[in-house]
């Protein structure tokens, strides 16, 4: 049996740097969509996006988000799956993280179990419901082993839709030092002894290790996000220039393995599973963006 194509989602920004960081980080709408195009390049299929407010802070503006999407599109059309990201920084609640998805609506979003179930799980289990329902591409974002059980948890209850799991294994924080690729082990045992079975699993990781968790998590079969969100570093510690040659350095990697690397196409038919398709078919990516952004070239 081959390899399916691997996933390499990128992650430009973040939530809490600047261009203080480095002068290469995208922050304004027109900056994330050339960061995109060079990304696509380097073999991205997908990009994690966050936006940022007038003062250079993270936010959840709907509007901010369709300025973005509009910006990207324009610079790369149907060719990267836009997913968006509802973390909360400590600035949003969960009702606010639930209900930029349900206004933007968009084609993917990541979502943090725990946040998103900080205030009970009734509310989560509804949204849940509702963006599988919507045919939205949620991932879920895991930061231990514990949260892997719970997600279990979750699913065996029905208030996660089992069909079309998608999640993210968070290896490391800010501020701990640099992830390793040994730490995915726990997160891939809890997944066996509680039995969770995402159709996809992803890893991101911080340091300049980044790069070799992602061929750890390549070679086992799972997909990877890298960027200057948790990461600035090539793997032999120097400076990365920009976003897409950390790209670069993952899909050399599939390529020393002999893994294709996904298109954005081939990405939604993996986060589809092969059924109907998210977001009922999808209609032309480009062209759905632009319908809920008011029909706007």
């Not at 988000?65 to 990207?72: G, K, L, P, S, T």
């Not at 205030?119 to 939205?136: H, L, N, Q, S, V």
Request: proline share 4%; with cysteine; hydrophobic share 45%.
């Amino acid at each position: 049996m081959g390899w399916a194509p691997l996933i390499i989602a990128v992650a430009p920004n973040g939530a809490r740097k600047t261009h203080r960081d480095h002068a290469a980080l995208p922050m304004t709408a027109d900056e994330l969509a050339r960061d995109a195009k060079s990304c696509l390049a380097a073999g991205a299929s997908m990009l994690h996006l966050h936006v940022r407010d007038g003062d250079g802070a993270h936010s959840l503006n709907v509007d901010l988000y369709r300025q973005a999407i509009q910006a990207v599109r324009g610079a790369v059309g149907d060719d990267l799956v836009i997913q968006v990201t509802t973390e909360a920084v400590g600035r949003y609640s969960p009702d606010e993280q639930m209900a930029l998805v349900r206004d933007l609506r968009p084609e993917a979003a990541s979502v943090s179990l725990k946040e998103l179930t900080a205030d009970g799980e009734d509310k989560a289990t509804d949204f849940y419901r509702w963006a599988y329902a919507e045919g939205i591409a949620l991932q879920h974002i895991l930061y231990n082993p514990a949260e892997v059980a719970r997600l279990a948890y979750l699913v065996r209850s029905g208030a996660v839709a089992g069909e079309r799991l998608s999640v993210l294994y968070v290896l490391g924080r800010y501020g701990d030092g640099q992830s390793q690729p040994s730490d995915l082990l726990p997160f891939l045992d809890a997944a066996a002894q509680h039995e969770l079975n995402p159709m996809l699993w992803s890893v991101c990781a911080f340091g300049a290790r980044e790069g070799a968790v992602a061929l750890a998590a390549l070679s086992l079969g799972g997909h990877v996000r890298v960027g200057f969100e948790n990461n600035m570093y090539l793997n032999d510690n120097t400076l990365s220039p920009d976003n897409a040659a950390l790209v670069k350095q993952v899909a050399d990697g599939a390529h020393l393995l002999a893994r294709p690397v996904s298109s954005a196409e081939q990405a939604r038919r993996a986060m589809n599973d092969g059924g109907r398709g998210v977001r009922n078919g999808w209609e032309g990516t480009a062209h759905a963006d632009r319908t809920r952004l008011g029909n706007t070239a």
